[in-house]
């Protein structure tokens, strides 16, 4: 019984092209099919049990097999695991496990069975559309995102795409006749106002400053505002943000909105926002820009701000902000990292001592990581154009992208990661007309030391993930 119970377990198979391997004659149609019903050879009248001579045998020939489905080695240096059953017999039943591609190798097996029915015509297929799309790394928004959500990003891409709106309103009505009468005079003043550089705060409205949806920007990423010290109502003050970032979002939440409570962590002090000198010439962005406080980063523009209006009518009580690393810092914006323009920048410190105006510096934790763009070690051609095109133009491109409206991963939308706009304690500045350079050095390094001491007292809160220190460059 032992005999027949092994003989059906191991039949001898009745392929040719198995038996011509094993060396045994062919079998015929009919052999084959009484063997299967009779469950047992009808050539070999005994079955042998087998040796240990034939379990070594066929061990080495398992061995041998795995080694060549694999691409391994039969001494087990391979990565790919086998699965090894026995049966109560003592035969052991062998699997390999399926390598990467295997599934696929089987559909691809059998698509090119299907395809090659007959000897001497073979259809070839092209690719498959839409394959790729099934392993997109494109992560797509959910359709049941909350409308709160739906509403930051709305906001959001309306700032960011502000200038590009504005411009393209203005050409839509300039393609309509009847807009004309109007359109043209609107022309001559914008080309000789005064508006952005006059310090008068004409057009500055605080209800639009305090509107509602402007919560909703700065809660997208989302922003707040931390103080140090209280800032006394009877000084002057510029504030030097960092880092630029890109679009320097966190610097148009703090200081040009109300939605982080500006007005409420240093009441009495009216602070402006400073801007490129040109943003005031684009038709329509400009009245917009004016009524959210902006003012021209221009020398004329900040003396005037700093010493006309305010509770004396010589600038007490106000303040600027600038942006100190400007476009050059921009193109130094990398996620986790805060490389600072500012060994030469001593412009700001030249004019706070010139107006007897305080410094005090804010520092944007997060600011850098609302965008990645193209490095410049390793696309130095590129970084070579963007700082030609800086001194040419005085202004930059940095070749940047982030997320989009409906995906996270793609788009020129900034990501949703926290903004933490810290600042400093004031530097205390004595008035000069004309500064002294040794003394314009020390308000600097006091200035510099600041921002290290900002850096190193929050960096384990609001920087956990960089992956390098405060550098102070250029």
Not at 362 to 380: K, R
Request: charged residues 25%.
């Amino acid at each position: 019984m032992a005999a027949v119970a092994s003989a059906r377990l191991n039949p001898e198979s009745s392929q040719p092209e198995v038996r011509q391997r094993q060396h045994l004659a062919p079998k015929s149609y009919a052999a084959a099919a009484h063997e299967n019903l009779n469950g047992q050879s009808t050539e070999h009248d005994e079955v042998k049990r087998p040796t240990d001579a034939d379990d070594a045998a066929r061990r080495e020939s398992k061995d041998a097999d795995v080694a060549r489905l694999t691409g391994g080695s039969s001494d087990g240096s391979s990565d790919v695991m086998d699965e090894d059953y026995e049966l109560d017999n003592g035969d052991h039943l062998t699997s390999v496990a399926p390598t990467e591609g295997y599934e696929g190798s089987l559909k691809l097996g059998r698509e090119e069975t299907l395809l090659s029915k007959s000897e001497g015509d073979v259809l070839v297929s092209g690719r498959r559309a839409g394959a790729g799309w099934e392993h997109s790394g494109i992560r797509f928004a959910p359709l049941n995102v909350p409308l709160k959500r739906r509403l930051q990003t709305f906001i959001v891409l309306l700032h960011t795409l502000s200038i590009a709106l504005f411009v393209s309103i203005f050409f839509f009505l300039c393609a309509i006749p009847i807009f004309w009468p109007v359109l043209v005079p609107y022309l001559l003043y914008v080309l000789l106002s005064k508006a952005g550089t006059s310090g008068q705060l004409s057009h500055r409205s605080r209800l639009f400053r305090s509107a509602p949806y402007w919560s909703l920007f700065a809660s997208y990423f989302p922003a707040r505002l931390h103080r140090s010290r209280v800032l006394p109502a009877t000084r002057k003050y510029v504030f030097g943000y960092h880092p630029h970032g890109i679009i320097s979002h966190g610097a148009f939440a703090a200081f040009a909105t109300e939605a982080l409570g500006f007005s409420q962590l240093f009441p009495g002090i009216t602070n402006t926002l400073l801007t490129l000198d040109s943003n005031f010439r684009i038709p329509l962005y400009r009245d917009w820009a004016l009524a959210m406080g902006l003012g021209s980063v221009s020398r004329e523009s900040c003396e005037n701000l700093l010493s006309r209006g305010g509770h004396n009518h010589e600038g007490m009580g106000r303040a600027i902000t600038i942006v100190v690393g400007g476009a050059r810092e921009s193109l130094d914006a990398q996620p986790r990292t805060l490389r600072l323009v500012l060994k030469r920048r001593k412009g700001f410190v030249k004019l706070a001592i010139r107006t007897g105006a305080d410094l005090v510096p804010v520092l944007a934790f997060g600011e850098n990581e609302l965008y990645d763009q193209v490095q410049p070690d390793t696309h130095p051609g590129i970084h070579k154009v963007q700082l030609l095109l800086k001194r040419v133009l005085g202004f930059t491109v940095p070749l940047f992208h982030a997320r989009g409206v409906f995906n996270y991963d793609v788009g020129l939308m900034p990501y949703r990661r926290p903004l933490n706009i810290v600042v400093g304690r004031p530097i205390m500045v004595t008035k000069q007309e004309r500064p002294k350079d040794p003394y314009v050095d020390e308000i600097h390094a006091a200035y510099v030391d600041e921002l290290h001491r900002l850096w190193s007292e929050w960096k384990d809160v609001f920087a956990k993930d960089r992956i390098a220190d405060l550098e102070i460059v250029e």
